[in-house]
Every structure is written in structure tokens, then in C-alpha cells.
């Protein structure tokens, strides 16, 4: 059975990185692991195509040689999704879909042939059996959760490694804590499971022997959730792989309790992880205890930051305005946590409330729910919930806000404020640092875009200078978040316009 994974195209938004590609010669940031880990799961003898949208089209002759289609994506995707769908009903095929969206809203899509929902370690195999046998149902759902122990190695020979910024590989899933707004748990649970450290390190030598020497993004929701299992288990690994196949650098996600292990911290950075994403959410206790986000209250989250930085980790934040015990001084209070904290890379949204959430329970149940689907853009200036401030107030304080957040100005600020905490050392070094061609010319055409074209082009050229006497060690990574930002600010400009 001649086999067509597709990955649908993603909107202009914030972790897109559009904008910023282009400077490194790149299509897209990340791959499709799950339809790449779906593959492996797959007959052998099946013959299987992969088509992403990102990198590529998707052509008629690629639907007219599919005798199915395999369909994973994330909310987000949506538009791209029902683009799809219409195409593969229209030429006949067979469409056979899965992940978060589908698994979060099958009811949005009775038009797909076969639903193959929650984890597909658990619910492909009945169905490919079915399949085989000539009774396929529609849907395949499970409330158990997958042994990771038995996820393959995804099939990276599918893909067209050089259109990608980063490669991408998963630890574990699945999160302890229960945060009002997050699918996470009602998706993977709140009991992490993790792989081994013989199959993270199978993954990461499968990429390196194929030859990706570059950036890994650890997907995982918080990479931390099982500290005994990373620290006494994947970390070590990773340290001893390093040693004998250097190039790899790595970032991730995790909550913001990290910052009490100095010895967690020292040994991430030891084993090559550079950058890790933290939901910070508010710095407003009372939305905090609104949300559930327990961990996050009663700390100097400021410190938090500043203390990761200065292990080595770049900090990322994750940050959500529309709380109801947001007040009108909520996002200035937020803008001056990021400036002061010096995250460079702030995502900043609106609530939104996420199909499966205790949080999409609570506003249906109260009638302030707009849509029962959301966008799954929380930056994109729109919420499907009704808040408890005036809407138009919120959304006008959200719009100035992000304008406020990438302004030039404000943002080349914090980047020398995290410059001058960031603690940089052979093992977190970015691989930028090796001034390879693609740093090179990345270097080149930000010069031309950013330093002569671009209205930033003060702040651009003065960070250099700043950054050429004050961390020279640091010159390559200040490059990178001078293009980072620009990705940021048109990104805002998109949606704000």
C-alpha cells in the first residue's frame, strides 16, 4: 500500500520563525516527528512518501500515487488541514488522521476516513490490523497512555534534513503539574513517562550518522517532570555521547522549578542544552492561584531567570495576558518582568481556552465561551473566552503591549541584559560559534537587512559594538537574536495590522 504522510503548512506565527529562516537559508524550523515516528510504525513494505508543506507542495501526482493518507497536526494547522482533506476527497483517497488536533476535536472532522486518536503506539496497531483484514472502524481512541519503551526511531531518511533549522527527537511525555489552561495533561497525562537513555541516544546517533550535527530540540512539554529518571539516566548519556560525537547542541522545555537544582542545571548544560522554554504566564500571584499555577507562585521569578542564565541555559517565556484577575497595569507589569528578567524570546498571548482544559470547562459552563474551537495562535491578538475585563480595553493594552515588546528599542535592550548574565562555555557554546558558512552568510544578510535597511538599524548596530567589547565570546548568539527579533517584530507587525 503506497503510503502519503503529510504535514500541513503553519500560519505566520511567533515559533514559526518565517522570518527569520530565510537569513539561514532555511524552509522551516522543525520536522514532522510524530508523522516521522507514525512512518516507523508503518508495514515495512508499505512505501511511504513524506510531504510537508513547510519545505514543499503537494502535488497532484503525489495523491494520485497515495493509496492513503496519513494526517497529523496541531491546532494551529487547522486551515491548511481542511485544505488537505478537500484535496485527498477529491481525488479519492483514503485519509487516515491523527494527532493533537484530531485527537482534541474529532467531532470537527467526520469527513476524515479513519480517526486514529490519542497515542499512536497504542491505537495504530488495531487499526492497521483492521485494516488488513478488511474492517477498518472510523475511529480508534484509547484513555490509557503508551510504554514509550516501545516508540521507535523515527524514519529521518524521509526527510529533506537540509530544509531544516533543527532536527527534533522526544525524552518523555506527559506533565505533573495541572495547569487550568493547559491540554497537555488532558492530552499525555499527568504521570511522565520517558524513553530510555539507550533510545534517546539510538535517535540522536541515527541523525548524527546520517549527518546532522546541528541543533535538537527536546520536545518535550517539560523535560523536568521526571528529575530522577533525566539526572540519573538521560543526562549522563548525553554526556558521555557528546564526548564522542560533537557538534549537537540542544534546547527544550521546563517548568520554572528548575532554577532551585544548580547541579540539574550544570548537568544540562554539561550534556550540550543551551536554551530551554519556560511558562512564566504572569507575574500576578492572584492569576497565578487562578490557574493552578502552583509551582510558580512565592519566588522571585526574576532570580529564577537570571540564575538559569547565568548556568548557561538562555531562558524563552511564555507569557498569557486575560486572566480574570488581570487589572489594566497587567501587561505593564508583565513588559517590565521581561525587560528586567532580559528574555529576549517572550511569547505573549492572549488566554485561550483549549478544547479538554478545566479551563474550556469552566467558561462553556459560565457561558463565556465564544467557540468551542480556538485558533491555536495564542499571539494572533484574538481569545475564544469572554474575559472578565472590558474586551476591547484588553485587546487594545494586548496590541500596544506587543508593539511596546518588540520595539527596537526594547528589545535590543534586554538581549544586553541577558548578554551580560549568559554564562557561555565549551559545552553550551552555540553552534554558530564554529562560523560555518551558513553563520556566515546569516551574518551577512543581517547586515544588509537589518544594519542598513531595517529601522533597527541603530540599536542593531550598537548591540554589535556593545556585544564587541563587553562579550566578544557572545558576538555569533547576539547575531542570532538581532534575527530573531525581526522575526518577532514583523510576526507582531502581521497581526497587529
Known sequence: MNCLL????????????????????????????????????????????????????????????????????????????????????????????????????????????????????????????????????????????????????????????????????????????????????????????????????????????????????????????????????????????????????????????LADDAAMMNQMVKAGFTMVFVGIETPDAASLAECNKKHNLNRDMVADVKRMQRAGLQVQGGFIVGFDSDTSSSVSRILDFIQRAGIASAMVGLLQAMPGTRLHERMKESGRLLEQVTSGDNVNGTSNIIPQMDAMVLREQYRDGLRRLYSPKAYYSRVRTFLLEYKISRSNAPFSLRYELQQLLAFARSIGRLGIVGRERAEYWKLLMWTLFRRPKAFPLAITLAICGYHFRRTCEVHLA
Open 6 to 257: 503529510v504535514y500541513p503548512e503553519f500560519p505566520d506565527t511567533f515559533w514559526s520563525f518565517k522570518h527569520a529562516l530565510h537569513f539561514v537559508g532555511k524552509r522551516s524550523a522543525l520536522p514532522p516527528l510524530g508523522l516521522l515516528t507514525v512512518a516507523a510504525m508503518l508495514p515495512l513494505g508499505w512505501p511511504k512518501r513524506l510531504v510537508d508543506l513547510n519545505v514543499a507542495i503537494l502535488a497532484d501526482a503525489d495523491l494520485d500515487w497515495a493509496d492513503c493518507v496519513f494526517l497529523s497536526a496541531m491546532t494551529v494547522q487547522r486551515t491548511s488541514v481542511r485544505l488537505i482533506i478537500a484535496r485527498c476527497k477529491a481525488r479519492g483517497v483514503r485519509i487516515i488522521a491523527g494527532g493533537p488536533l484530531f485527537t482534541s476535536e474529532p467531532e470537527q472532522f467526520d469527513e476524515v476516513d479513519h480517526l486514529v486518536l490519542n497515542e499512536g503506539e497504542l491505537t495504530l496497531p488495531p487499526f492497521l490490523h483492521d485494516l488488513e483484514v478488511g474492517i477498518p472502524k472510523h475511529i480508534y481512541a484509547t484513555s490509557e497512555f503508551a510504554d514509550l519503551h516501545k516508540s521507535p526511531v523515527p524514519l529521518w531518511d524521509l526527510l529533506d534534513r537540509d530544509a531544516y533549522a533543527t532536527m527534533a527527537v522526544q525524552y518523555s511525555r506527559g506533565c505533573p503539574f495541572d495547569c487550568e489552561f493547559c491540554n497537555v495533561t488532558a492530552l499525555l497525562g499527568h504521570v511522565p513517562r520517558t524513553k530510555s537513555a539507550a533510545q534517546v541516544i539510538g535517535e540522536l546517533q541515527a541523525l548524527y550518522d546520517l549527518g546532522w550535527h546541528r541543533g535538537v530540540f527536546f520536545v518535550d512539554d517539560n523535560l523536568i517532570g521526571n528529575k530522577k529518571a533525566l539526572m540519573i539516566d538521560l543526562l549522563p548519556s548525553l554526556i558521555d555521547w557528546r564526548t564522542r560525537n560533537p557538534g549537537m547542541d540542544f534546547n527544550t522545555e521546563a517548568s520554572i522549578n
